[in-house]
């Protein structure tokens, strides 16, 4: 892996994937009707991940002294951008082995510390936090449908939670405000596409208004 600035975020540093990474190595293919193992999401920059941490960059305030929770931190993008803006405590949730690795290096290499829970937290209470920073965590149907009961408890707990996201099928698009947008690459685009809008929302506990990103595959 190599470590290199993130586009878009020039101020973090990730080890990131080439061809030559070898990371295939890492994959195992639990999936006996699977012809190819999906290379690790912790090694690349999603675009909710992406869209939030340049948000928190740019807007310190949001996370200044305060408790933050990296939801499905992935490579650490989010946390680690917490912790730069001035975080008073970053943990970061990843059940990845792998990830869980990938996370302590990427967060050693930028000179911050964070609190890494390699363990599901989302089938108990959240933890004490004052804000939950969620890129990326609606990819998938199940995925999304096991998120929301965690997230509608941290909600129930007083705990503020901003979701980062490029507009996937699953978004849960009643409950979220918008609040920014940033142009920023996600994962699997080509190095010269086109910046697409990502976006930052504030869940809510009661249906919001229309949300103004469309649907992305």
């Not at 967060?107 to 510390?113: D, K, P």
Request: glycine share 10%.
């Amino acid at each position: 892996m190599r470590l290199a600035s993130v586009p878009a975020l020039p101020e973090i540093r990730l080890y990131t994937s080439h061809p030559s990474s070898g990371l295939r190595r890492l994959v195992e293919d639990d999936d006996a009707d699977s012809q190819e193992p999906q290379p690790p999401y912790w090694a690349y920059a999603w675009a909710g991940g992406a869209v939030l941490a340049r948000y928190v960059l740019d807007h310190p305030e949001i996370v200044a002294g305060r408790r933050v929770l990296d939801l499905g931190a992935g490579s650490g993008i989010v946390g680690i951008a917490a912790a730069k803006a001035g975080a008073g405590a970053v943990m970061a949730a990843e059940v990845d082995r792998n990830g869980v690795a990938a996370l302590a290096l990427n967060a050693a290499a930028n000179g911050v510390t964070i609190t890494i829970m390699g363990n599901d937290i989302t089938t108990g209470p959240p933890p004490a936090v004052d804000l939950v920073l969620a890129g990326d965590v609606f990819y998938g149907q199940g995925v999304a449908l096991g998120m929301m009961p965690f997230l509608d408890r941290c909600l129930a707990a007083g705990v503020e939670v901003l979701v980062g996201d490029p507009g996937r099928a699953y978004l849960p698009r009643s409950r979220l405000r918008l609040v920014a947008e940033y142009k920023v690459p996600d994962f699997g685009e080509a190095k010269d596409a086109s910046l697409k809008p990502s976006a930052v929302f504030r869940l809510e506990t009661e249906p919001s208004l229309a949300l103004p990103i469309r649907p992305s595959p």
